[in-house]
């Protein structure tokens, strides 16, 4: 049986758009031949709807463009995630839509509501085993969270009502790694049960959060058939032999969790069930599969048995995690219809390579860099930033501030005793910047991004309404000692030394709102820093657990209390690209109000 | 039976402190003469913890805090609510304290997940029914959601069980008119299950929440016995009859619900069982109860029976909505450590009410007002904010903005072709405005308190780090109609014609960022925009119901898009007090990246 895994990017809320998407793609699976084609998880809605999902005539619409998208499979089976509601009752769904209609329905059964999920919010969790017989050929279909259950309960009650493949409809929030541990769990799953595994995952970012794509199939054997790529839309037809593979007579290693849960039941939709009606299409592709599946031929594209199903060919983390930013800012920016951007490039390495992203995400027409120099600029950094924007061949300006700096002073003095200057002054140049971007923002139409990454979100050393000003903040989930390695991995990429010069790579970082200032006058070397950040941030350990890393105490004390007590500011930053296991947003929810220290 | 129901305000975090609580409380209970004292939930932790739950230091810290309070309960039996692990569980507790020790833990059953809940997220749930004998008579404890379970399949069987009275620790998140549903509820639940219904509410205010407390108690008829202050700390002492009380003799209405589910169990604790042990405390009030419930004195303040459960003696609309955002305010500045606040003051409405509240709960030497007048600023308004400065007693100052604003202009005129100007140069005075608060926050450790409204934040008619720059939003979750409402209302007070002038109150609404601007040639008459904003935002409903209300196609439309349009914006505002049935915030969780319309 030939399948296609229709790796899209829909857009949250446009349901028409999202409905053009899957149609189109339906046309080209039955032009690749393939018999049956599946879709990420609520593809109809986008992903996460998060409370559209609680507006009633949303889940109506949701419905009819369903119903609309099921008159175009007529030849074909189509499996399409839509949010799906059975009187008060609202489920993450996959539709079988066949024969011009939806044929049968599966509700995701186990809703994940950790990390970034909100599952239970929304969803009733379902209860149902669906077997899906396509040309008298038994499929299972599970959602997203559901193939991740080691105890396999679903699948066993599949395989022994004789599936030979699961198709997983999915929208898998990435983070870095996050596709290998994902296949090592696929390739692991489809041994334990002895099915084909079909991972449909959807593609683009949304808001925080980046879908990876990365669709795959493997075979009964655990052995990878063939995959997608990262970060782009795809078409994957894969070939199974469904009638010759039988697998592992049993379902392995799920012996000890018993029966399937009581209430579990078994539900039988059969679709195109005379061959005859269909023959004519079946077996009988249609040519190379066009537009962005050329790659992929309309032959699988299986890898070898035996070989260790990902890493090898996959990319490096920083080739991953800069094409995750990318991605993540190109769909933020076009999803929200801007075309042009603007960020402040003081010529320090985080604005540098924001900007790099940004120019080779959305085109170096589309960025504009500014540089807002004051009495504290260097002319090594004001150099290097007019250094970086010709390098990347995007706009520059330069707007000094220093005039608008000195008339806060004059209006403030009456308010200030004495003339001593302290952070105030700091934040107010800071702030200046960021009324500037927001100055030309406002005029232009242009998107702001903001430039600060994971380490100084973690401890606040950002101003907010200042640095902080903007409706994108790029690299805010990427700690400062990675960077640096995303800086010397796009330098690597070229033209030439590539569009950061080493002075700004290897300059001591400096936010220059004062005299001689550096960050290390305030803060741990960043390599501590950010081991800090990681163990407390991503992984919850207290300061004991930390300082028994062999990391001062002072020091983790110190960065603990800076971390606490910078949570309002976290809570006004802008949205960005999640990258690492806890980003902060709704990754990560703590109360502004908190004294506990620990 | 004397029952004290300690309705206290703890402090996300601040466990030490939130032990003392307790244990102070504790020492007035028994002082009292109470065999029982009751705790809200959570209150070791205080509520909601959020993602501290996800330290397990914390919990560990929860625990050891718990059973040093359990030490002092050796002449009285607490019930104490606590974030409770067992292996990789977490339960949302009430532990029983008696006898020096934990003598018993009940799991909430039922965990709310929706609205700004999300107990899914950390909890497991119980199953189990705890019956507690106090000197050999039977009682129940349960949390929160759980007596809000129309079924009241628990409480059926701890009265079959023989229990007379129900315990329930609650922080209720309140929202106007939040007490009166609640009683309505706990009075149908007490008659429904012939039992006394003791309900323990925390009070106080936590990030975008306010807990309103009026504990209350009702008999198994169904009639108040007695009832604690609303916004105030209190500790309620109450009689019950619980050996004459018989009741219904079996629960009505949860007849066709059928048996309690599969798997609840009962489980009984039994604490000081041998009256002899503690009966010189028992039955012998120590006199009147000390600090804040002296007003409720030793005996039970009971209401006649018959009388309505509430309403009658309850605050006015206007008076409870401005005790809930004075609490709120006092609390989110005293515990996060702050003193003083600093707000913009217009001369427009809604700075006025914020400053009224601000200077309410905080006092007048608490509080300072700017007035940042423009080159569009009226002699009027001007006036007025001074007149209410002084009519509070707080303190003033002006700044002017002109010279900063020319200084801008100046130095964006390069980047601007032409002169003409739009609404960039309304928030870039907004921006300047934000800017010289945030200053003064940075100089001399103020907080900024913003004085926007719901109808504002609902339609982003704000300026994005101008004056939506600050730390707390204390009106944002109040429709404008409101703040006049509460404006009149604080006027009504005093002293004389009250502190708001009525040249406030009766100015047109402008933002006075443009020459004779007013908020009316860009948004529809407030009457209308609240009413749209109503629907929309707290009822979700679409656009074809608001229209159905009455309201024109176009203007619902056009509100609706500008609503949509705006998410952005409100992710990055502060937090503020949450007065509604749905507030922007965690209540309400829409994408910024959302292409739904409807």
């Not at 030849?75 to 044929?103: K, M, Q």
């Not at 930013?325 to 402040?344: A, C, I, P, Q, T």
């Not at 600060?452 to 000003?469: F, H, P, R």
Request: with cysteine; glycine share 10%.
């Amino acid at each position: 049986m030939r399948i296609a895994l229709a790796q899209v990017n829909p857009t949250v809320g446009d349901l028409a758009r999202n409905a053009r998407l899957v149609i189109d793609r339906i046309q080209e699976a039955i032009a690749a031949g393939a018999r049956v084609v599946a879709f990420p998880e609520l593809v109809v809605s986008g992903y996460p709807p998060e409370d559209l999902l609680l507006k009633k005539h949303f889940l109506v619409d949701c419905a009819d463009v369903l119903r609309d998208v099921a008159r175009s499979c007529t030849e074909i089976t189509a499996l399409v995630g839509v949010p799906w509601s059975e009187g008060d009752r609202v489920y993450n769904a996959a539709a079988v839509l066949a024969e011009g209609r939806v044929a049968g329905i599966y509700h995701k059964g186990r809703l994940p509501n950790y990390a970034v999920f909100d599952e239970k919010r929304y969803f009733t969790p379902g209860g149902r085993v669906l077997l899906v017989y396509v040309d008298d050929m038994p499929l299972t279909v599970d959602i997203c969270e559901d193939i991740w259950d080691e105890a396999a309960e679903g699948l066993r009650m599949a395989r022994e009502g004789g599936a030979r493949a699961v198709i997983n409809l999915s929208m898998s929030p990435y983070h870095a790694g996050k596709g290998s541990e994902r296949e090592a769990m696929l390739a692991g799953r489809a041994a334990q049960t002895g099915m084909y595994v079909c991972y449909a995952n959807g593609v683009g970012g949304q808001d925080e959060l980046i879908f990876d794509g990365q669709s795959v199939v493997f075979d009964p054997q655990g052995r990878l058939l063939s995959r997608a790529h990262q970060f782009e839309e795809e078409l994957l037809v894969v070939d199974m032999d469904l009638a010759g593979s039988e697998g592992p007579p049993a379902v392995k290693g799920s012996q000890d969790s018993g029966s399937p849960e009581p209430g579990w039941r078994m539900e039988v939709v059969r679709v195109n069930s005379s061959p005859s009606a269909t023959g004519t299409s079946r077996n009988a592709p249609s040519g190379r599969v066009q537009g962005p599946a050329a790659a992929t031929g309309d032959k699988p594209s299986g890898v070898d048995s035996g070989e260790p199903s990902c890493i090898a060919e996959c990319l490096s983390l920083e080739a991953e995690v800069y094409g995750a930013l990318s991605l993540g800012v190109r769909d933020y920016v076009h999803k929200n219809l801007f075309r042009h951007v603007v960020l402040g490039m003081s010529g320090g390495i985080d604005s540098a390579l924001t900007a790099c992203i940004a120019a080779d995400a959305l085109g170096a027409d589309n960025v504009t860099a500014v540089s807002m120099p004051s009495r504290f600029s260097s002319a090594g950094t004001k150099n290097d930033a007019r250094e970086i924007a010709a390098r990347l061949g995007i706009d520059f300006q330069e707007i000094a501030i220093e005039d608008v700096f000195s008339a806060y002073l004059q209006s403030l003095a009456s308010c200030f005793d004495s003339g001593s200057q302290d952070v105030t002054e700091q934040n107010l140049q800071a702030r200046i910047r960021g009324n500037l971007l927001m100055a030309l923002s406002n005029k232009f139409g242009w998107l702001v991004l903001t430039t600060g990454n994971k380490s100084e979100m973690a401890v606040g050393y950002a101003t907010l309404y200042g640095d902080m000003a903007g409706g994108f903040a790029v690299i805010k989930d990427v700690p400062k000692t990675l960077v640096y390695r995303l800086a010397r991995y796009r330098d690597s990429l070229g033209p030439g030394e590539g569009p950061i010069p080493v002075s700004t790579i290897e300059r001591p970082p400096s936010a220059e709102l004062a005299e001689d200032q550096e960050d290390q006058d305030v803060l741990p070397e960043y390599e501590i820093l950010d081991r800090i950040v990681e163990a407390y941030v991503e992984r919850d350990e207290s300061v004991e657990q930390i300082v028994a890393l062999g990391v001062d105490r002072a020091e983790v004390e110190r960065v603990v209390a800076m971390i606490d007590g910078n949570e309002y500011k976290r809570r006004q930053a802008p949205p960005g690209v999640r990258i690492t296991s806890k980003a902060f947003g709704k990754d990560r929810r703590l109360p502004i109000t908190n004294r506990y220290r620990g």
